[in-house]
C-alpha cells in the first residue's frame, strides 16, 4: 500500500493486523533497510507481543519515492521531524503506539522519543548509534569497499533502480568529515516513556558505549546485550530478539 504525503512523496507501507484496542508497534528500519528486509521480524513480534503492527519504507528506500534532493548531516532529524509525524498523522491518528528502530532507524526511534509525542508509550532501539565511533566509520568503508567491487548488488532486489544513489546517501553522509561531530546524546535526557536499547555482542558498527550512553541518559532505559548476533539482532539471533522486545512490550 501506498500514502502521499503531501509536498513530499510517496510511501510504501504495510499493516500487519492485531487486536484494535492493542497499541500498534511501528518498525523503523536501517539506513540500508526496507519493509522487505525486516523479513518476518515484523509479524512474529506483533503475534507474540498480540499487537498490531506498521512497517514502512522511508523516503528514498524500497517501494517508496526516490529520493528528491540530496542529504545532510541533519538527515536523521529530517525523517524524524518530519516524515515520521506525518506518517503517524495520516495512518495511526490518535492511536497509542511503540517504536521499534534499528540502526538508522534506532537513532530516528530515540530522537521521536525525545519529542514526547502524546501517545508515544516506548522505544525499543537496537544497533541504534548516538555518537559516531571509528569502528562505525570502520564498518562503513568496508561496506563502501563492497560496494565499489560489486558484492552489495543484491540490495537491487530491494531498492530497485534507487540502490545506488540511496547507498551513496548513507554511506557518503557517515563519511564526511561534518559527520564525524553528529551526536544525540544531549535529548536523550528528554524521552519520558520507557526505553529498551538492544545490541549484538557482535556488532561490527558499534561498541558497547552506545548502549551505556543511552541507559545513562535517557531517564527510563534499560540496556540488554544480545549474544551470538552482529548489527542485525533480529535476524542474527531472532529468538533471544523476540523474547526480548515482548517482555518490554508486555510490561508497558
Request: charged share 15%.
Amino acid at each position: 500500500m501506498m500514502v502521499e504525503l503531501q509536498g513530499y512523496g510517496r510511501l510504501h507501507y504495510e499493516w500487519i493486523d492485531g487486536p484494535q484496542q492493542r497499541p500498534v508497534l511501528v518498525f523503523l528500519h536501517e539506513g540500508l533497510g526496507c519493509t522487505a528486509m525486516w523479513k518476518d521480524f515484523p509479524a512474529r513480534l506483533c503475534a507474540l507481543a498480540g499487537c498490531p503492527g506498521l512497517v514502512y519504507d522511508r523516503l528514498g528506500y524500497g517501494l517508496s519515492d526516490p529520493l528528491t534532493r540530496a542529504r545532510s548531516v541533519h538527515y536523521l532529524h529530517e525523517y524524524t521531524l518530519i516524515e515520521l509525524p506525518a506518517v503517524l498523522e495520516r495512518l495511526l491518528p490518535a492511536r497509542p503506539y511503540i517504536v521499534i528502530g534499528h540502526s538508522d532507524g534506532g537513532s530516528i526511534a530515540l530522537l521521536h522519543g525525545a519529542a514526547q509525542p502524546a501517545n508515544l508509550l516506548g522505544v525499543l532501539t537496537e544497533a541504534a548509534h548516538v555518537f559516531v565511533e571509528d569502528v562505525t566509520l570502520a564498518g562503513i568503508r568496508t561496506a563502501l569497499d563492497a560496494w565499489e567491487a560489486g558484492k552489495l548488488r543484491g540490495l537491487e532486489r530491494y531498492h530497485g533502480d534507487k540502490t545506488g544513489a540511496i547507498f551513496h546517501a548513507w554511506a557518503d553522509t557517515w563519511l564526511t568529515p561534518a559527520f564525524s561531530q553528529w551526536n544525540i546524546e544531549g535529548v536523550l535526557a528528554s524521552i519520558a516513556c520507557p526505553v529498551l536499547a538492544l545490541q549484538g555482542e557482535g556488532d561490527q558498527y558499534g561498541t558497547a558505549a552506545q548502549l551505556a550512553s543511552i541507559a545513562s541518559r535517557a531517564p527510563r532505559a534499560m540496556e540488554h546485550m544480545l549474544p551470538d548476533c552482529g548489527h542485525t539482532p533480529h535476524l542474527d539471533n531472532p529468538d533471544a530478539t523476540l523474547a526480548a522486545m515482548a517482555a518490554f512490550i508486555s510490561r508497558l
